[in-house]
């Protein structure tokens, strides 16, 4: 296998790609139904309905040119970046691509101004979970709830995003963190 790449989502295909292996992924990893994909499917349109790209991105990962992980960055309101859909192909686990999709969200979040960061995730992602709080993400909520044919607990993370260069000592607040995980 080759070097992994990430890129902007931006060729045919990829809107697609990014719903058919949510709800691929997801049914065969959590045996979620039908209403996942649904849900993957709105964020998708939305985002290709009319993003703004000064303020909100998306990433594809690819691995020897085939899509193997994706993540996006939108606008939850004018200070806070919202992180939405991460996920990496099981066959491409272990090549530290999650966290470098987490980074590419927090980089472009930084750049566009937003003072924090925000994202949902479900108790059973566990991997996912290292990635955020090894990028210094918190968790600020939690609730039980049924959706897409299982019982979960919701969980709302949050990071703060000072511009790098402007925090105590000027240092980068990622720095060290990258590459833990993923």
Known sequence: MGEPL???LD?????????MAHGETYA???????????????????????HDPDREAAWIAELD?????CVFCVAADEQTAQLRILLVDPAARGRHLG???????????RRAGY???????????VAARRIYLSRGFRLVA????RSFGADLTGQV???????VGTGPGHEDPDAGQRDLVA
Request: net charge negative; proline share 7%; hydrophobic share 40%.
């Open 28 to 50: 065969a990893e959590f045996g979620w139904d039908t209403s996942f994909e649904a849900l993957v499917a709105r964020i998708v349109a939305d985002y290709a309905a009319g």
């Open 115 to 125: 003072a924090r960061m925000r994202l949902w995730t479900n108790h059973p992602l």
């Open 65 to 69: 040119g085939r899509r193997v992980g």
């Open 142 to 145: 939690e609730e039980p709830h």
């Open 99 to 109: 966290g470098r999709l987490v980074d590419e969200c927090l980089t472009f979040a």
């Open 11 to 19: 060729r045919p295909g990829d809107l697609g790609w990014v719903v």
């Open 6 to 8: 990430i890129r902007p």
């Open 157 to 163: 993370y949050e990071r703060d995003l000072a511009p």
